[in-house]
């Protein structure tokens, strides 16, 4: 194991240089990996090209030299035809318009390392952003970085700093920004996010394609790994929940929502992803499985629908199809059945009288430890 120094601001580090300006920082592209695992489980999908072409567009303020430019900016974005990006940073309205959420918020980390004096370690959301981890809810509007213990934790100007120690293992190098690695970013949202935001990460990384055509991000051994040669750690019960209760067979975000929320109304612990096949032959996997009480679940995200990596070459309208002719078989079976969405999954109280209406008894521990 490496030894524990590390890249802060203003410390030296291996992979450090100097930070180049808006006009050399590229967002990151998604390498063909995290793409196909992201067609695989659901996830947003960032557009390269939108990024790219972002990135070009930020201005500094520290790039112009004459007070006059800098406020023409400020007046600028009070007329609203520019957006402050950061501090000291903008971007055309037209061009923020076309970004969605996710976009927005690499943006905002960009913007920041690129008006740091020395390069940050982004840690936290922030490192989640870049590695492309997905989210629920919405991000945060601070930039987050880990800086050593004897700096201390601050938040001010936008950056919230965490203090911690790295190992020199923990800090890798994404397309010219410092982040933590994608162990130890799963390990800080365990610690410091709330559980379901965490879960949703930890299910997204540990994720195994069940057509064998991509490995996961990452194994229940790098995170076992990673776990140990942190510590000590304040939160380590909170971390070892997560790290627990995550699943390599979940597959969307919604379905990650769904099961913690399964939790917090005590149904049943579902089986994930069960096969299932009737005379004309192979149907699919569901979801979600109570095999005790002969049920089948099924979380319903948009993805499928508008995502066309999911849609693999089919309509909106073929998709619908298809997966009306799958439900049809599905309540063919012996079975009761169960659909819902996101406006459901993540309301506990709209997910019991769903689930209750089903069938399904309420008031079952679950089982601990973990179970692929």
């Known amino acids: 194991m490496a030894n524990p120094a590390v890249a802060y601001p203003g410390v030296a580090h291996p992979l450090a240089q100097p930070m180049r300006t808006a006009r050399s920082i590229p967002l990151p592209p998604l390498r063909l990996h995290q793409a196909l695992q992201k067609s695989a489980t659901g996830c947003p999908l960032r557009n390269t090209h939108v990024m790219a072409d972002t990135t070009r567009r930020l201005t500094y303020m520290h790039d112009l030299g004459i007070d006059a430019d800098r406020r023409q900016f400020a007046v600028a974005a009070a007329r609203g035809t520019q957006v402050r990006v950061a501090r000291g940073v903008y971007l055309s309205t037209v061009a923020w318009a076309a970004l969605d959420a996710d976009e927005r918020y690499v943006a905002r980390v960009y913007a920041v390392a690129g008006t740091r004096r020395n390069q940050p370690v982004l840690s936290h959301w922030s490192a989640a952003a870049v590695h492309g981890l997905p989210i629920v809810g919405d991000w945060p509007d601070a930039v987050h970085i880990t800086v050593r213990p004897a700096a201390g934790g601050r938040n001010r100007n936008g950056i919230v700093a965490h203090a911690a120690r790295l190992a020199d293992d923990d800090v890798v190098e994404l397309n010219g920004l410092l982040v933590t690695s994608l162990a130890r970013t799963v390990l800080d949202m365990a610690a410091t996010a709330t559980f379901m935001v965490a879960v949703t990460m930890a299910d997204h990384v540990l994720h195994i394609d069940r057509f064998g055509r991509i490995p996961p991000l990452l194994t229940r051994t790098d995170l076992a790994e990673q776990f140990e040669h942190s510590r000590p750690l304040r939160s380590h019960r909170k971390i070892d929940r ?131």
């Not at 979380?299 to 849609?311: E, I, V």
């Not at 089919?314 to 619908?320: K, L, N, P």
């Open 242 to 372: 997560v790290f627990t209760f995550a699943e390599t067979r979940a597959e969307t975000p919604i379905e990650s929502v769904s099961r913690v929320n399964m939790l917090v109304i005590g149904c049943p612990r579902p089986l994930l992803q069960s096969p299932f096949s009737d005379r004309d032959g192979f149907i699919g996997e569901t979801d979600f499985e109570w095999r005790d009480y002969a049920t089948l679940g099924e979380a319903d995200g948009d993805r499928k629908y508008l995502d066309a990596a999911y849609r693999s070459g089919r309509t909106v309208e073929q998709v619908m199809l298809d997966e009306k002719d799958r439900e049809d078989r599905l309540r063919a079976l012996p079975r009761r059945f169960a659909r819902w969405r996101w406006k459901i999954a993540v309301r506990p109280g709209r997910l019991r009288a769903h689930l209750a209406a089903a069938g399904l008894p309420f008031g079952v521990p679950w089982a601990s430890g973990i179970r692929d």
